[in-house]
């Protein structure tokens, strides 16, 4: 059963948001999408690029990846853990049913896209 449900949210666009208490370290969702290698990740230029390793990033331009509707978080409750070459999402804490799920994107990210208009993550409003 789903643990979450993507509604708007206050933090950016649509959120994905808990629809049941989430025990800490508890299996949420995997960022899922295409395959591909660093050197077509830097041509891409997309926002949905995830790192796997120094090598492989997953690009989730396809809708159907719900995972990607996490917002960055400064103080995220969710974590990403590389299992078998999947990016899965964990809770890493006790999440509260209607708490929104946020993930620390990474400075890299933060400076490019979330700066230059301000956070807006519940730590920074
Ligand atoms: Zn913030």
Redesign the pocket.
Known sequence: MKKYKVKQSKVSGDGLFATQKIAKDEYIITYTGEYITDTEANKRKSKYIFEIDDTHSIDAQDEKNTARYIN???EPNVEARIVNGEIRFYANRDIDKGEELGFDYGEEYVDEFITPTG???P??I
């Open positions: 960055h978080f400064c956070c807006k993550c730590k920074c």
